[in-house]
C-alpha cells in the first residue's frame, strides 16, 4: 500500500525554523492536490495548508498564515512546508497526505495512501 513519507523534523527554539519534506512511496503525487496536516499532543489531527498540482495556489488554516509556506517539487515528487516563527503550541507530528476541498473544509482524499509515521515537531526553549 502507498504510504506518505515525512521528514524534517525537530527540536527548535520558539522563534526558530525548520523545513518539513514529503513524498509518497510507491508512487507520485504530481496531478494531485497535497496539503499537511499536524497532530498536537491530546488533540485531533488539524489541516494546515494545501497547495495545488501545479503548484501555483496555496491555502493556509489561519493557525499557520503568515508564517508557514508550503511548496512542491513535482519533478522530485515531493513536498515542503517552510515553517518560520515556530511558537510552542506548533509542537506535534506532522503529516501530509493527498487533500480534497469540501467547501470551506480540507480533508485527506480517501484512497489515495495512507498516513505516514508523521514527523515529530517540538518548540521549546
Known amino acids: 500500500q502507498v504510504q506518505m513519507v515525512e521528514f524534517g523534523g525537530g527540536l527548535v527554539q520558539p522563534g526558530g525554523s525548520l523545513r518539513l519534506s514529503c513524498t509518497a512511496s510507491g508512487r507520485t503525487f504530481n496531478n494531485y492536490d497535497m496539503g499537511w496536516f499536524r497532530q498536537a499532543p491530546g488533540k485531533e489531527r488539524e489541516f494546515l495548508a494545501a497547495v495545488g498540482w501545479t503548484g501555483l495556489t496555496t491555502y493556509y488554516a489561519d493557525s499557520v498564515k503568515g508564517r508557514f509556506t508550503i511548496s512542491r517539487d513535482n519533478a522530485k515528487s515531493t513536498m515542503y512546508l517552510q515553517m518560520n516563527n515556530l511558537k510552542p503550541e506548533d509542537t506535534g507530528v506532522y503529516y501530509c497526505?493527498?487533500?480534497?476541498?469540501?467547501?470551506?473544509?480540507?480533508?485527506?482524499?480517501?484512497?489515495?495512501?495512507?498516513w505516514g509515521q508523521g514527523t515529530q515537531v517540538t518548540v521549546s526553549s
Open positions: 497526505n493527498s487533500v480534497i476541498q469540501r467547501g470551506s473544509t480540507w480533508s485527506r482524499r480517501d484512497g489515495f495512501a495512507s
